[in-house]
């Protein structure tokens, strides 16, 4: 007899440094969102840290080699028993993904998903940060062409694929985060596996197939935007950037039943410059 379908409910945010995240709200806001599985991204903490911020959850993490910075992890309601930070074949020859890369292995039922929590270099064009940012970008690449069927990127991706993702992009398309370089990455994760693949840039590259359940669910709106600067009313006049993501193979993007942004509802209630990122997959 075949199992009833379940909902797996995984909530992605960036969480700006988990101790104050926790501080401003957050464990208040996860205790009613019935979350499955967690991804962070921002940690700037150690697993001690996560432990005290999560009580109760089965947390896996990759801390940063410079204390306060980066990090990501994965919390589950169920213990995780296979996980991998590691992340090569970026063009640099050492490249430095360590607090920005983690992946599990999550058992539901008889299928296993691959979910993954990425936080992406922010970078800055002309330097060295920028440098780095590719680098990250095509040991991503390659990493998701080893990636099983059933397989969730989820993060920080410091990049806003499309003019639908930047309220201001025209005042953006020669800084980082907009550059038609890194734009291009995107149009290569998202285009019809195999195919050849013209970037914004020029560049050519076969598609990965992989799809934005965001801008799927979303629709061609601006938005829905995921992250505001502290400058300005941006968050008042939701002048915002959508750049935390769920890239999805294409079998499990066919099993989204849900997707929103859970923007806060007024500056002051926020708990992060970020808004968690929130899909039901049924598996």
Known sequence: MPHAPTHLRVASVNVNGIRAAVRKGMREWLDAADVDVLTL?????????????????????????AKGRAGVAIAAREPIDIWRTELTGGTLESLDSRGRWVEADIRVGDEV???????????????????????????????????GPLALITGDL???????DIRNWRGNVKKAGFLPRERAYFDRFTGATGAPVTGVDGSTGPGLGW????????????????WWSSRGKAFDTDTGWRIDYHLATPELAARVADYRVVRAPSWDTRWSDHAPVVADYTL
């Open 41 to 65: 991204q921002e940690v700037r903490g150690e697993a001690e840290h996560l432990a005290a911020a999560l009580p109760g959850w089965h947390v896996v993490n990759d801390e940063a080699l």
């Open 113 to 147: 998903i691959t979910v993954v929590s990425a936080y992406v270099h922010t970078g800055e064009d002309g330097t060295p940060k920028q440098d780095a940012k590719y680098a990250f970008l095509d040991a991503m690449t390659a990493r998701m062409r080893q990636l």
């Open 158 to 164: 410091n990049v806003g694929h499309r003019e639908l």
């Open 211 to 226: 799809v934005d359940v965001g801008r799927r669910f979303a629709g061609e709106v601006d938005g829905p935007y995921t």
